[in-house]
Nanobody
Framework: VQLQASGGGLVQTGDSLGLSCAVSTRWISTLVLGWFRRAPGKEREFVSAITGSGATSYADSVKGRFTVSRDNAKNTMTLQMNSLNPEDTAVYYC?????????????????WGKGTQVTVSS
């Protein structure tokens, strides 16, 4: 399984941005896909996850502002981020786990893509 995140950039407080993750596998529907982020000087933290059937979970810090979705036919996952603020500045990573259960811990994901930088200016 290979993953590649894209869509990062520099935005201003209050702006929206969409991230995409391309997943190279024939078995995407059997995977839980997740988003994590690492801010400067901080540990990597969970952002959101989605099962093959579309169940979702979010970190409290992004609930109500971020929306995760996936298109198994197109082998993609997206993260729509609204009302961005400087605390959202981080490198964002997509990850995959061979399970049908939502996971909010990084050790539960075996496959990782390279990150994409999101910078929110004040």
């Amino acid at each position: 399984v290979q993953l590649q995140a894209s869509g990062g950039g520099l935005v201003q407080t209050g702006d929206s941005l969409g991230l995409s993750c391309a997943v190279s596998t024939r078995w995407i529907s059997t995977l839980v896909l997740g988003w994590f982020r690492r801010a400067p000087g901080k540990e990597r933290e969970f952002v959101s996850a989605i099962t093959g059937s579309g169940a979702t979970s979010y970190a409290d810090s992004v609930k109500g502002r971020f929306t995760v979705s996936r298109d198994n036919a197109k082998n993609t996952m997206t993260l729509q981020m609204n009302s961005l603020n400087p605390e959202d500045t981080a490198v964002y990573y997509c990850a995959a786990a061979q399970t049908n259960r939502l996971r909010d811990f990084s050790s539960g994901y075996r496959y990782w893509g390279k990150g994409t930088q999101v910078t929110v200016s004040s």
